[in-house]
């Protein structure tokens, strides 16, 4: 589902959408590119040759479990 449709869905436009999900992440920002990517670069070296079957959220804290 695209930004658009699932902005739509909630009522609002998609920079509507995007600034209350920025209000309601714990760290109040949206996460930058080079964060995510870091974390790839994580998950792909040797030092995560251990970590198996975990779900990593890179979301800034909007996700809760």
Same mark, same amino acid.
């Given at each position: 589902?695209? &930004?658009e449709a699932a902005a +739509? +869905?909630?009522g609002? =436009?998609?920079d509507e959408m995007v600034a209350q999900f920025t209000e309601e992440s714990a760290i109040k920002r949206q996460n930058s590119v080079e964060e995510v990517a870091a974390m +790839? $670069?994580?998950l792909a070296s040797? $030092? +995560?040759s &251990?970590? =198996?079957g975990s779900l990593l959220s890179v979301d #800034? #804290? =909007?996700a809760a479990y």
């Open positions: 589902e695209s &930004g +739509a +869905a909630m609002k =436009t998609f +790839a $670069v994580l040797d $030092v +995560a &251990g970590i =198996t #800034g #804290g =909007t």
